[in-house]
């Protein structure tokens, strides 16, 4: 949430699987988008919803592993706009990561 590190330390940053844990997105994308000198990178891995979520499966998911809002794909796209980074290019890969256990083997 306050990398120790001085603005424009770094070539890239990036966060695997995990900007879900944290109290706020923004705050780190915020301090990711700092350390990394101009012309950089930021690359996020991260779970999204890919549609709204029923409270049940709100009530299941969030306490067991979240400790914020799992957002949209748009909802970070917006998040990593508003902390200035540009050129933004957001990519949804979920067919080639994760077989939904609802779906037929």
Same mark, same amino acid.
């Given at each position: 949430?306050?990398?120790?590190?001085?603005?424009?330390?770094?070539?890239?940053?990036?966060?695997?699987?995990?900007?879900?844990?944290?109290?706020?997105?923004?705050?780190?994308?915020?301090?990711?988008?700092?350390?990394?000198?101009?012309?950089?990178?930021? @690359?996020?891995?991260?779970? *999204?919803?890919? #549609?709204?979520? !029923?409270?049940?499966? %709100?009530?299941?998911?969030?306490? /067991?592993?979240?400790?914020?809002?799992?957002?949209?794909?748009?909802?970070?796209?917006?998040?990593?706009?508003? @902390?200035?980074?540009?050129? *933004?290019?957001? #990519?949804?890969? !979920?067919?080639?990561? %994760?077989?939904?256990?609802?779906? /037929?083997?």
């Amino acid at each position: 949430m306050q990398l120790p590190y001085e603005d424009a330390s770094f070539d890239a940053a990036w966060a695997f699987e995990s900007i879900f844990h944290v109290p706020s997105r923004v705050q780190v994308f915020s301090e990711m988008a700092r350390v990394v000198r101009s012309g950089g990178r930021v @690359v996020v891995a991260d779970f *999204v919803t890919l #549609r709204p979520l !029923t409270q049940a499966e %709100i009530d299941i998911t969030y306490p /067991a592993f979240a400790a914020t809002e799992i957002g949209s794909l748009d909802a970070y796209i917006g998040d990593l706009k508003a @902390v200035g980074l540009i050129d *933004v290019n957001c #990519r949804d890969v !979920t067919v080639n990561t %994760i077989r939904p256990s609802n779906r /037929a083997t």
